[in-house]
C-alpha cells in the first residue's frame, strides 16, 4: 500500500519540513527528513525510502544536481519528486532532464502533494493490463511489463520509474502513435508540457537504442508522437 510508503523529505526550511513530516505521517507514510544533500547523502547510506521528495533551491548542493548525482550513481529506481518556487517551464525541463519523475511548485497544498506521492509509487510498480503481460523484444533487450523489467545479456537495465511507465505504456500499443498528450495522461504528467515528454523519451532511448540519434525501437512521429517498433 502507498501508505505504508518510506518517503525522505529534504528540504532547507526547516519549518515546511515539519510540517510535511507531521502531515505525511498523520497519513500513514514513514518519513524520514534531511536539511541538506548531505544530510540526505548520509541518510541514504542508512536508509532505503520508496521516493525522495527534494527541494530544488538549497545551499551546496542543490536539488538537481542530487536528483542527477543520484541518476549517474544508477540509484534510477528511486522516484524523485522536485519541489520549487520556480515553476517556470524551462525550470520543470530542467528538472526532468536532471532525472526527476516529478516537479511541484511552491506554494502547493498538501493533498497534492499526497496525490503526486502516491501517482508515483502507482507508476513505480505498476500493475499492466493483460494486453501488456507478454514480454517484448527490443534487439538484446526484453521488456517484461508484467515486472515493469527490462532485462539484457548482461542482466536488468535500470529504469527510473518515469522511464518504466512510458515503456510500458508504449508497449500496451507496439506499433501505434500514441500522441504526446496520451504519453502525458499514461505518466500523470498532464501539466508537465510537451518539451518534459520529450526528455521522457530522450533519457529512454538512451536505456533501449544502441544509437539514440539513430533510433531503431522508440520513434518519433512528426506532428503526431511517438511509436515503439519491437523487433529482434
Known amino acids: 500500500m502507498a501508505e505504508d510508503a518510506h518517503i525522505m523529505v529534504v528540504d532547507d526550511d526547516a519549518r515546511l519540513r515539519a510540517l510535511l513530516s507531521r502531515y505525511l505521517a498523520e497519513r500513514g507514510f514513514r518519513v524520514t527528513t534531511a536539511a541538506d544533500a548531505a544530510e540526505a547523502r548520509a541518510q541514504l547510506r542508512s536508509v532505503s525510502p520508496d521516493l525522495l521528495v527534494l527541494d ?33 517551464p524551462e ?7 536532471a532525472g526527476a519523475d516529478d516537479y511541484l511548485g511552491k506554494p502547493f497544498e498538501p ?4 496525490l503526486r506521492i502516491k501517482a508515483l509509487l502507482r507508476r513505480a510498480t505498476p500493475a499492466p493490463p493483460a494486453s501488456a503481460a507478454h514480454p517484448i523484444a ?15 545479456p548482461a542482466g536488468p537495465v535500470r529504469l527510473t520509474g518515469g522511464e518504466a511507465a512510458l515503456l510500458a505504456a508504449l508497449a500496451r500499443q507496439p506499433n501505434e502513435v500514441l500522441t504526446r498528450e496520451a504519453i502525458a495522461a499514461a505518466l500523470g504528467m498532464d501539466d508537465a508540457g510537451e518539451r518534459a515528454i520529450d526528455v521522457q523519451v530522450t533519457r529512454l532511448r538512451r536505456k533501449i537504442e544502441a544509437d539514440p540519434r539513430e533510433p531503431r525501437y522508440l520513434h518519433t512521429v512528426r506532428s503526431r508522437g511517438y511509436v515503439l517498433k519491437p523487433g529482434a
Open 111 to 114: 493533498l497534492e502533494l499526497v
Open 56 to 88: 530544488v533551491m538549497m545551499p551546496g548542493e542543490n536539488g538537481l544536481d542530487l536528483t542527477a548525482a543520484l541518476r549517474a550513481e544508477h540509484q534510477d529506481e528511486l522516484p524523485v519528486l522536485l519541489l520549487t518556487a520556480r515553476g517556470a
Open 91 to 97: 525550470d520543470r525541463i530542467a528538472g526532468f532532464e
Open 138 to 152: 527490443l534487439g538484446p533487450l526484453v521488456f517484461d511489463p508484467a515486472r515493469g523489467e527490462l532485462r539484457g
